[in-house]
T-cell receptor, first 115, second 114 residues
Framework: AQKITQTQPGMFVQEKEAVTLDCTYD???????LFWYKQPSSGEMIFLIY??????QNATEGRYSLNFQKARKSANLVISASQLGDSAMYFC????????????FGSGTKLNVKP | DVKVTQSSRYLVKRTGEKVFLECVQD?????MFWYRQDPGLGLRLIYF???????EKGDIPEGYSVSREKKERFSLILESASTNQTSMYLC?????????????FGQGTRLTVV
């Protein structure tokens, strides 16, 4: 079974609007961490935000927030007030407690911000 | 500034050649990873290393080997390059021991095998 599922291969959003990128995960480990990365067309992977499985609050970092629904095993990334520079690939990833040496990545979502 | 550096940004190699992709990190991280990225497939783990001379196969190790002789350096080797190994290769490193430490990535190597 897929550890990380991103069901939106591509999305469009109007500049200044908010957008939600979906991510669901599969694990039986009670201890895990969820990560979002941004990959612009230049290719580098930029870490955006982290959510731990025991965190009570949803993580936020500037315009990025993580909508963490543990029972549904979802960890959606919300980008508020989209900017043209947000156009990129976005990857959801997970690290499990019992085998924290591995990172599992989803297939990614290509976000295009329209002016 | 923390850094993971891959030796080449772009490489073109011929079928059957032995290819070395080098990765160096300056963060004293225990864990290092090699991923392959293809459109629609995301990042797939080829190999990772959790210590010097220690390695484990990832999800797609066939056709690849790795070497980690020093903590800061992790090499990916294509023993006999084939056209289906044309891809983007990403190296990453992270601290060991906790789920809350992110992976740091290099800039990627786009390999074309002709």
């Amino acid at each position: 079974a897929q550890k990380i599922t991103q069901t939106q291969p591509g999305m469009f959003v109007q500049e200044k609007e908010a957008v939600t990128l979906d991510c669901t995960y599969d694990t039986s480990d009670p201890s895990y961490g969820l990560f979002w990365y941004k990959q612009p067309s230049s290719g580098e992977m930029i870490f955006l935000i982290y959510q731990g499985s025991y965190d009570q609050q949803n993580a936020t970092e500037g315009r990025y927030s993580l909508n963490f629904q543990k029972a549904r095993k979802s960890a959606n990334l919300v980008i508020s007030a989209s900017q043209l520079g947000d156009s990129a690939m976005y990857f959801c990833a997970m690290r499990e407690g019992y085998n924290f040496n591995k990172f599992y990545f989803g297939s990614g979502t290509k976000l295009n911000v329209k002016p | 500034d923390v850094k993971v550096t891959q030796s080449s940004r772009y490489l073109v190699k011929r079928t059957g050649e032995k290819v070395f992709l080098e990765c160096v990190q300056d963060m004293d991280h225990e864990n290092m990873f090699w991923y392959r990225q293809d459109p629609g497939l995301g990042l797939r783990l080829i190999y990772f290393s959790y210590d010097v001379k220690m390695k484990e196969k990832g999800d797609i190790p066939e056709g690849y080997s790795v070497s980690r002789e020093k903590k800061e350096r992790f090499s990916l080797i294509l023993e006999s390059a084939s056209t289906n190994q044309t891809s983007m290769y990403l190296c990453a490193s992270s601290k060991a021991g906790a789920v809350n430490t992110e992976a740091f990535f290099g800039q990627g190597t786009r390999l074309t095998v002709v």
